[in-house]
């Protein structure tokens, strides 16, 4: 049985893969609600991550899985972007990151082999227009994650998720009806958009021992619209 630690894992990504671990593991999740996780045996930690120090004293003292999920979809045209519309997309995406993997380091390094996964975006190995803000901050995971794999390995693996557009509230605007669901699913190869499910047994499986000789990889979770030209 791990311990796992999720920020932001009370909806979306997040909330399908503390369903997915609470059965198994012992999870803590630290994040902003708590009111979606009160049927789920996790313990629940107040964070914020774009401004709040992580209270540890809640942590067991080895942490063997960390995930941060917090990300924004920013979709805007260039010339219509403020430069604190870049600042946002990385504070939330990358910054938080940075500073709460910081804080728990020396439990990660307790574990014989710790697992920490990272959520980027499609748009960054595929260029996307009105993407330029969060493709920036994403980019910036990716480089940070290759880098951290090299420095921790082979005490800890780090990898990155890349998904396409996934049904969350986060993106909730862009599949507001069925046309639009439809829509954006026929830019698939797979011809559908994905669900929170589909991304979080793929964290699940980075997680787990069995993707033990795993690390420093960017995993295309996208229904093949990164490699696959169909149309």
């Not at 990358?94 to 574990?111: A, D, E, H």
């Not at 890349?162 to 954006?184: F, G, I, Q, V, Y």
Request: hydrophobic residues 45%; proline residues 5%.
């Amino acid at each position: 049985m791990k311990n796992i630690l999720l920020i932001g894992g009370s909806t979306g990504i997040g909330f399908a893969l503390a369903q997915q671990l609470c059965e198994s593991h012992n999870v803590y999740i630290a994040s902003r609600t708590e009111q979606a996780l009160q049927n789920l045996d996790v313990t629940h930690i107040p964070f914020d991550a774009t401004s709040q120090q992580l209270d540890t004293s809640l942590l067991p003292t080895q942490l063997d899985g960390f995930v941060y999920c917090p990300g924004s979809i920013t979709l805007k045209p260039f010339k219509r972007i403020k430069p604190e519309d870049f600042e946002l997309d990385l504070q939330i995406n990358f910054l938080g990151l940075v500073k709460t993997l910081q804080t728990v380091l020396p439990f990660l390094l307790k574990s014989d082999q710790a697992s920490a996964v990272f959520f980027s975006t499609v748009a960054v190995k595929v260029g996307m227009p009105f993407h330029t803000s969060v493709a920036a901050a994403k980019g910036a995971i990716e480089g940070f994650a290759k880098a951290m794999a090299a420095e921790y390995a082979p005490a800890i693996r780090i990898n990155v998720i890349a998904p396409s557009l996934t049904d969350t509230p986060m993106a909730a605007k862009l599949l507001s009806n069925d046309a639009k669901r439809e829509k954006m699913g026929e830019r698939h190869p797979l011809k559908r958009v994905g669900t929170p499910e589909d991304i979080a047994k793929t964290a699940q499986f980075l997680l787990s021992d069995d993707s033990s000789w795993i690390t420093g990889q960017v995993l295309g979770i996208d229904g093949g619209i990164s490699t696959l030209n169909v149309h």
